[in-house]
């Protein structure tokens, strides 16, 4: 990916800019077909503007294989959920630098990959991944249209809850790691919400065999060695 790895809160906020955009093209009857990290691009005060829409009229399978919806791999109609696959593989690689396929420069391969196997999960490095998460990226590049997030105007919303929330938690945690005397942001951490009877829990790994468990208050937690 040419711009790195992003954490969550700037990636979902760049998905979000393509949004609206998209959403401006929807008006006229336009969907994009082309989108991915190559096609954006991010000026100095951080918008995103989404680039070429060259293949915004072209019928049939045309695009970019590896960023490209299953019905639009096999040539059939495509409508917006085909642009939120595409946005789901995109938001997927600002976040990891990777893309989800190993066949992606062959079409009846990467059909046949996408048709079993689906959306891959994401990796457990990610410093953001949550439940949620995971269920966005899942809600965006289900295989088939129908199980996929079914217009971008429900798509966005969702985003933007996604983003408030990993924004509450890194603010609760950075107020949780001056009173235990940890710094934050840790290097290298890993969020897994979990339900434990009525509470539901946060564990984070900091690094160096630590690890907090916060309830979902954040009134207190407890480091395991």
């Known amino acids: 990916c040419k711009y790195g790895r992003m954490r969550a809160p700037q990636a979902l906020g760049i998905i979000s800019q393509l949004i609206d955009i998209l959403k401006v093209a929807k008006g006229k009857g336009i969907n994009h077909r082309d989108i991915k990290p190559g096609n954006i691009?991010?000026?100095?005060?951080?918008?995103?503007?989404?680039?070429d829409w060259g293949l915004a009229k072209i019928k049939g399978a045309a695009g970019t294989l590896a960023f490209m919806s299953l019905e639009q791999l096999e040539g059939r109609d495509?409508?917006?959920?085909?642009?939120?696959?595409?946005?789901?593989?995109?938001?997927?690689e600002l976040l990891t630098t990777?893309?989800?396929f190993l066949n992606e420069s062959n079409r009846a391969l990467l059909i046949k990959e996408k048709k079993?196997?689906?959306?891959?999960?994401?990796p457990d490095d990610i410093p953001e991944k949550?439940?949620?998460?995971?269920?966005l990226l899942d809600?965006?590049?289900?295989?088939?249209?129908?199980?996929?997030?079914?217009?971008?105007?429900?798509?966005?919303?969702?985003?933007?809850t996604i983003a408030r929330e990993i924004a509450g938690l890194q603010?609760?945690?950075?107020?949780?790691?001056?009173?235990?005397?940890?710094?934050?942001?840790?290097?290298?951490?890993?969020?897994?919400?979990?339900?434990?009877?009525?509470?539901?829990?946060t564990e984070?790994?900091?690094?160096?065999?630590?690890?907090?468990?916060?309830?979902?208050?954040?009134?207190?937690?407890?480091?395991?060695n």
């Open 116 to 122: 079993i196997y689906g959306q891959p999960a994401l």
């Open 204 to 224: 984070v790994n900091v690094g160096q065999g630590a690890v907090i468990n916060i309830d979902s208050n954040f009134n207190h937690s407890t480091i395991q």
């Open 130 to 135: 949550t439940a949620s998460l995971q269920s």
């Open 171 to 201: 603010s609760r945690m950075t107020t949780l790691a001056e009173q235990i005397g940890i710094p934050f942001p840790w290097n290298e951490y890993n969020i897994s919400e979990t339900e434990v009877g009525a509470d539901a829990l």
């Open 98 to 100: 990777q893309r989800p």
């Open 139 to 160: 809600g965006m590049m289900a295989s088939e249209a129908e199980h996929r997030y079914q217009s971008l105007e429900i798509l966005q919303d969702d985003i933007q």
């Open 41 to 51: 691009m991010l000026r100095e005060n951080g918008q995103a503007v989404l680039l």
């Open 78 to 92: 495509t409508d917006e959920r085909s642009d939120i696959y595409s946005l789901g593989v995109t938001l997927r």
